[in-house]
């Protein structure tokens, strides 16, 4: 089945140690959002990709980058975490980012810094 | 500024209806959308309204009124498996998702 994966479901890191969250989609879209989830809070846009076009939230922390090496692959990379960076973080896919796209998530990544 | 709207909690009964109401403001509007998310689970997509009025999809239904900036989804026959978030989201005039924090529905047998 087509989907959007994402690796791993749970990590943990300590204050400080970088961490990268990958992302991965079999549905071919052009268009590829990370983003935060606190609990019984809204998700939160980091950035998103339209093809190779990067899109940076204005309020995303530079410690906070992403990549896309290819049109299915998606990297989250926290430079320098901490304990306010815990949350969940979503990976979604759109086809093309027009307003009648349905974004599809993945199953998310529930990160732990200790 | 842009803002979504939409209780914090609701309590329902198995086989009854509810009604989670929705209120926005965003910059620009093209079309609200209805997510429900389970405790610990990505959004799953429940539906898309653009033009005023109804959209009914089985047991979900989902309304729009874009001169009051108001939308509800509308849950009949509740089951068990029912209970969740409900997070709505206005898709503002450079096609950004505006996401409420989620309605979280409890459902009692």
């Known amino acids: 089945d087509a989907m959007v994966i994402q690796n791993p479901r749970y990590q943990v890191t300590q204050f400080g140690k970088p961490v990268t969250l990958s992302c991965s989609q079999t549905l071919n879209h052009n268009v590829m959002y990370w983003y935060q989830q606190k609990s019984s809070q809204a998700p939160k846009l980091l950035f998103h990709?339209?093809?190779?076009?990067?899109?940076n939230e204005a309020d995303t922390p530079d410690n906070f980058q992403s990549r896309r090496p290819n049109t299915s692959f998606c990297f989250l990379d926290i430079r320098s975490p901490g304990l306010g960076d815990a949350a969940m973080y979503l990976c979604?896919?759109?086809?093309?980012?027009?307003?009648?796209?349905?974004?599809?998530f993945g199953p998310g990544t529930r990160l732990t810094v200790l | 500024g842009q803002n979504i709207d939409q209780p914090t909690e609701m309590t329902a009964t198995e086989g009854a209806i509810v009604q989670i109401n929705c209120t926005y403001q965003?910059?620009?509007?093209?079309?609200l959308f209805w997510y429900q998310q389970h405790a610990g689970e990505a959004p799953t997509f429940l539906s898309y309204n653009v033009l005023d009025g109804l959209e009914e999809k089985g047991r979900f239904s989902s309304f729009l009124s874009r001169s009051k900036g108001y939308s509800y989804l509308l849950l009949k026959e509740l089951q068990m498996k029912d209970s969740a978030s409900y997070l709505c989201a206005s898709m503002d005039s450079n096609y950004q998702l505006i996401w409420g924090a989620g309605t979280k529905l409890i459902i009692k047998p």
């Open positions: 965003t910059s620009g509007f093209n079309g």
């Open positions: 979604a896919t759109s086809p093309q980012g027009v307003p009648t796209d349905t974004q599809y």
């Open positions: 990709y339209y093809d190779k076009d990067f899109n």
